[in-house]
C-alpha cells in the first residue's frame, strides 16, 4: 500500500483548505486511516483518524471543532477539511494506514502507522 497526499499550500490564518490522502490499494471499508502533522522543530502529532465502514472519527484537541474528515470510497480517498485555519496550523501533514481501531475513546499513536505518505506541506501566512 503506498499513500499520498495532496492539497497543501499557502493559506492566510483563518482560511481553509481540503487535504486529501489517497492509495490504488486503499480500501476505505479496512483500512483505518490517520492524519498527523509536524511542525518545523517539532515531533509529529496526532491530528485525526477516520475508523472504517463504520465512520468513527477522533480529532486532537486543537482541533476539535474546525477539522473533518470525509471519504469517498469509489476514489480510495480520505479527506481533511481543515477550516478556520491558525499559524499553529504550519507543517508538513502526513497520512497513514492504522493497524489499531480509530475511536474517540482511544488515543491516536504514530507506532500504530504505517506506511506513511510522503507528505503535503501546509503554510499560515498573513
Known amino acids: 500500500l503506498q499513500l499520498v497526499e495532496s492539497g497543501g499550500g499557502l493559506v492566510q490564518p483563518g482560511g481553509s483548505l481540503r487535504l486529501s490522502c489517497t492509495g490504488s490499494e486503499l480500501l476505505l471499508d479496512r483500512h483505518v486511516i490517520g492524519w498527523f502533522r509536524q511542525a518545523p522543530g517539532k515531533e509529529r502529532e496526532a491530528v485525526s483518524c477516520l475508523g472504517t465502514s463504520g465512520g468513527r472519527t477522533n480529532f486532537a484537541d486543537s482541533v476539535k471543532g474546525r477539522f473533518t474528515l470525509s471519504r469517498d470510497n469509489a476514489k480510495n480517498t480520505v479527506y481533511l477539511q481543515m477550516d478556520m485555519l491558525k499559524p499553529a496550523a504550519t507543517g508538513v501533514y502526513y497520512c497513514?494506514?492504522?493497524?489499531?481501531?480509530?475511536?474517540?475513546?482511544?488515543?491516536?499513536?504514530?507506532?500504530?502507522?504505517?506506511?506513511w505518505g510522503p507528505g503535503t506541506q501546509v503554510t499560515l501566512s498573513s
Open positions: 497513514a494506514r492504522a493497524s489499531t481501531l480509530c475511536s474517540a475513546s482511544l488515543p491516536i499513536l504514530t507506532e500504530y502507522y504505517d506506511p
